[in-house]
């Protein structure tokens, strides 16, 4: 296929789609799968067979719209109309809406509508996430109905190697994956790498609880993270890219598979992609369950069928990564990002976010909040606009307390840092990492040692055990915390518990150790009357812990105090 | 990155030993990536697949296919939390510890199907029907607290539903008793979690 036949396929499916009068659309995202949206679409189809509306209406399974908690959510496009958006649709509710909506004259089922002017859809700007909800993942016509493969294109035929990554360079895209290392740079020093085969990776091992930002992407519009892996390749120079996907992941990993399968049949990967001297191959390597794994280094190891353990940098992939290669590993959000910049020009980009943090970021905002969901916000957004305006608040008339960014490795902000802006140095500032983007908030039930603990025991269980700072120090500072919450801990311990997370951040080998105290230190910082008041007074204010130990009893000051008793002893006597 | 044609004759030889035809899914994949030691991870999803746990003449059957220690396969296998040696109950029951199921709860489901049933995370009862697992977070983080038994996900669960609807699953089906049919039938649910 080249370009002419690739436009030409878009304009195609612009009619084909304008030929219907009627559209509707229904997620068919994991969360909305599990709420039920199969049942619905079966429900779609059934009611347009009996009625023999096949020409004139459209059923479109698509990628997540957003508020997950609402599922199953349906989007209905009537040609000259505003769209109208559906929550929690059972399939009664499904049969009325494709009747009203498909007949001669086109009504609105007046019930479970969103309204189009919620803050959760106005505060949002979607960038990565813009096709995401509207096209169908397993068709290739319809992301190209939407711009699809043109960046590619034009980045094939009108710019070098250089001038892409000198694009990416201004602007100003940071990774995704969490560290916000300047994308360009990385490609740049892949570019100039010296080496006859370098490699391209998506690194899709989101293991951090609590988020789904990369699943949602590569099962929503997998082609979009295709396209930016192709165009790294020929900005970098290599023509093997590699998907490595959670093995939690199956919906994900097979609309992958089938979008890699599909673009190489219509020549937009494999050899000569787009008619050009170009090549380009992707894999997909499902991963096995291992946080680590998300690591760059590890990542590699597992993909080389390896124990998925890291190994200490310099050289760094750019150099030295797949065996032996110069390498480029981009988390899938970051190769999202890639077609929008390339087709609209750096300037576009640089202008939305903030100074130093450019760009849209996709957070996964779940927790206690009232609506939950993937959300797509500028950079620079407060922190209160995202909870109180994007997810409307806390329910039950509770407080909030605090929102967790970053996963096991962030840390936690308090209310009175709401009105932070979300960036990478602000966030950093208050001792939190953006993460891959998982956001989960906290009402006053959530006990701060509880959460540490949580967090070391996930550290704990997913060390890989090389370097014996992470090994021995995770297991001892969940110990620590093990005693704090049930009562047995002294003052001693909290000095030693700070000591040792500062030891753990200097020593470790890869990014899970270093970043394994950063939720300990940042309730330390930020609750500390919390722990002292688990220490001092054996009380939980969140009323979650139980008491069941005692502190140890302490010696020394045992036989002081009886040593003193029996003085006063015999001087009585 | 070994890929000689010496490797492809080798294992040619073992297929006659192994007369369970599970073992062709195995060769298939072997096949399909050329034998090569790198493709390690990609035969042992296959291989529990197929058998719905890795045992001992599985592991040591993929390192003579590979050319691999024994120990390295055994190393492999062990590293991946998605990788079980032991045999898994007719039904699964996962539940996810992710921060947002956490926040939400999902400890005290666990406690109360501990309670329940006698079984710890990662255990399965004595009477094989039922293994209990723990997830790191199934990306549902919408539905807090969210569990899969066997291929259903459910979403916004309490303990005492949770109980019920894992009764509800081990009575109403039917007791197929042969070991075989439970790992066939396991891959599916391995893959929910």
């Known amino acids: ?573 | 990155m070994a890929t000689t044609s010496k490797h492809k004759t080798a294992p040619a030889k073992m297929e006659t030993v192994h007369t369970d035809p599970r073992y062709k899914l195995v060769d298939r994949t072997l096949k399909r990536l050329h034998y090569q030691q790198d493709a390690l991870i990609e035969v042992l999803h296959t291989a529990q697949e197929a058998f719905g746990f890795l045992n001992d003449d599985l592991m040591i059957y993929i390192a003579r296919a590979l050319k691999l220690p024994q120990s390295w396969v055994y190393g492999v296998a062990t590293f991946y939390h998605f990788f079980s040696l032991e045999p898994q109950g007719e039904h699964t029951c996962v539940v996810c510890m992710g921060t947002a199921c956490y926040v939400k709860r999902s400890a005290e489901i666990v406690a109360t199907i501990q309670k329940e049933f006698g079984i710890a995370p990662g255990e399965t009862t004595p009477d094989g029907k039922l293994s209990l697992a723990t997830a790191r977070c199934l990306g549902s983080c919408g539905l807090a607290p969210v569990l899969v038994i066997d291929d259903e996900v459910l979403g916004k669960e309490t303990p005492e539903g949770t109980v019920q609807r894992i009764k509800e699953v081990i009575t109403t089906t039917p007791d197929t008793g042969a070991a075989t049919d439970v790992a066939v039938a396991q891959p599916q649910e391995e893959h929910q979690s």
């Open chain 1, 1 to 573: 296929m080249n370009r002419e036949e690739l436009q030409a396929m878009g304009e195609r499916e612009q009619e084909k789609q304008q030929s219907y009068r009627c559209r509707l659309l229904c997620c068919a995202s994991t969360p909305c799968l599990s709420s039920g949206a199969t049942a619905v679409i079966e429900t779609f189809k059934q009611v347009i067979k009996e009625h023999d509306l096949e020409a004139e209406v459209a059923i479109t399974s698509t990628g997540c719209m957003g508020p997950c908690s609402r599922g199953p959510l349906v989007t209905v496009q009537v040609n000259g109309q505003q769209d109208v958006i559906y929550e929690q649709v059972t399939p009664e509710l499904a049969r009325e809406i494709a009747l009203a909506h498909a007949a001669a004259e086109p009504k609105t089922v007046e019930k479970n509508i969103l309204p189009g002017d919620l803050a959760f859809f106005t505060k949002q700007k979607k960038v990565v996430l813009s096709n995401s909800g509207l096209i169908d993942p397993d068709r290739l016509e319809s992301y190209v109905a939407r711009g699809g493969y043109s960046a590619l294109a034009h980045a094939l035929r009108e710019m070098t190697p250089m001038e892409v990554c000198e694009t990416i360079i201004k602007s100003g895209l940071r990774g995704r994956g969490g560290a916000g290392y300047p994308s360009g740079l990385k490609w740049d020093l892949v570019r100039k790498a010296p080496g006859d085969k370098k490699y391209v990776i998506a690194n899709g091992d989101e293991g951090d609880p609590g988020a789904y930002m990369d699943r949602t992407l590569m099962e929503s519009d997998p082609h979009r993270v295709l396209e930016g892996m192709a165009i790294a390749g020929y900005a970098v120079g290599a023509d093997q890219g590699f998907i490595y996907v959670r093995g939690e992941y199956p919906i994900a990993a097979k609309r992958l598979e089938n979008a890699i399968r599909i673009a190489e049949r219509r020549g937009l990967l494999g050899g000569r992609v787009l008619d050009s001297s170009f090549n380009f191959r992707v894999d997909i390597r499902i991963g096995a369950g291992a946080f680590v794994c998300g690591e760059e280094t590890a990542l590699m190891a597992s993909i080389m069928g390896r124990r998925g353990q890291p190994w200490p940098r310099p050289p760094y992939p750019a150099q030295k990564g797949l065996w032996g290669f110069p390498t480029l590993i981009n988390n899938v959000e970051t190769f999202g990002n890639i077609a929008p910049i390339i087709e609209n020009g750096a300037e576009w980009y640089a202008s939305i976010g903030t100074e130093k943090s450019k760009g849209t970021k996709i957070f996964a905002l779940a927790g206690t909040v009232e609506t939950t969901g993937l959300i797509e916000v500028p950079m620079g957004i407060s922190l209160r606009e995202i909870v109180f305006d994007i997810g409307g608040g806390i329910p039950g008339g509770r407080e909030f307390k605090a929102a967790q960014t970053g996963g096991p490795s962030g840390g936690c902000i308090p209310a009175e840092h709401l009105d932070t802006p979300v960036d990478y140095e602000s966030l950093s500032r208050l001792g939190s990492i953006m993460g891959s983007g998982g956001l989960v908030v906290m009402d006053d039930t959530s006990c701060m040692p509880d959460v540490a603990k949580f967090f070391m025991e996930f550290c704990m269980d997913e060390s890989c055990g090389k370097c014996v700072p992470c090994r021995v120090g995770t297991v001892q500072l969940h110990q620590i915390l093990e005693h704090i919450t049930n009562g047995s801990a002294t003052q001693e311990d909290l000095d030693k518990l700070e000591e040792l997370c500062i030891m753990m951040k200097e020593t470790s080998l890869c990014g899970l150790g270093q970043s394994a105290p950063n939720p300990l230190l940042s309730t330390l910082k930020y609750f500390r009357q919390e722990y002292e008041a688990h220490i001092a007074n054996r009380t939980c204010p969140a009323e979650k812990c139980t008491f069941t130990e005692v502190p140890p009893l302490q010696l020394t000051e045992e036989l002081q105090r009886r040593a003193r008793l029996a003085k006063t002893d015999s001087e009585v006597s």
